[in-house]
């Protein structure tokens, strides 16, 4: 466990990097801990992110033909199948796949709860083997006092919940890269346009998480007193 400052000299706010590295430092020790279950999580998050693109597209689909079929200008040929039953397909498609995300969410929420008790029971451990093998002489110091306040006085879930964040950017970043391809295959100048008007938003939630971490750094001799 590095004991490493995590606060720049330069300034009192903690550094985005350190936020990043701190983050992938907490998923790559729960998964070392715990790595069956979080390969598990992992999937079933991705595949919960395809299939709500399948029921969009689909339920795109039928709003397609019930217009069509209204409008009387149904791409389906006459004498091969009714515009009514080829509606009714998407239909009974869009249920079974909504019943199948029902149930992958369910063993998804099942999985999570595993997993937190087998990782807080694992990094209870783990922590407790590090802490006893720190020299007794460094906690004359107030820099190591405090950091073991901000990585202990919370208990051990930020450790969790950063490593669940970054099983859910995972997911992100399959479901993100279908979605753009999609667009793209729609409309090449709208897949700009949605990067783009994410940027604000973005920019806004890093700010804000950034601001927020550093806050805990910032009052930490403050807290263990």
């Known amino acids: 466990m590095s004991t490493e400052p995590l606060l720049d000299s330069n300034s009192r ?3 985005l990097s350190t936020v990043v590295k701190t983050a992938q430092r907490a998923f790559v020790l729960c998964f070392k801990l715990s790595p069956r279950l979080t390969v598990q999580i992992i999937v079933l998050f991705i595949f919960l992110q395809f299939s709500s ?17 209204l409008a009387g200008t149904s791409s389906i040929a006459p004498g091969q199948v009714s515009p009514l039953t080829y509606i009714y397909g998407f239909v009974l498609l869009y ?3 909504m019943i199948i995300s029902s149930i992958v969410q369910e063993l998804r ?23 006893a093998g720190f020299d007794i002489a460094q906690y004359e110091n107030p820099g190591f006092q405090n950091l073991l306040n901000r ?21 992100n970043i399959f479901g993100i890269v279908a979605a753009s391809a999609i667009v793209y295959a729609i409309y090449p100048p709208l897949l700009i346009i949605s990067l783009l008007s994410a940027v604000p938003n973005f920019i806004i939630e890093l700010r804000y998480g950034h601001d927020v971490w550093g806050l805990w750094s910032e009052n ?3 807290q263990r007193l």
């Open 13 to 15: 706010r903690i550094s």
């Open 53 to 69: 693109l399948i029921q969009n597209g689909l339920f795109g689909k039928i709003i397609n033909n019930i217009t069509e079929a």
């Open 220 to 222: 930490s001799a403050r």
């Open 109 to 131: 929420d099942y999985a999570q709860k595993k997993w937190d008790l087998v990782v807080d029971h694992e990094v209870s451990t783990y922590s407790l083997r590090k802490r």
């Open 151 to 171: 990585a202990f006085d919370n208990g051990l879930w930020p450790i969790q919940s950063l490593a669940v964040g970054q099983t859910q950017n995972i997911a």
């Open 95 to 97: 249920i079974a796949v």
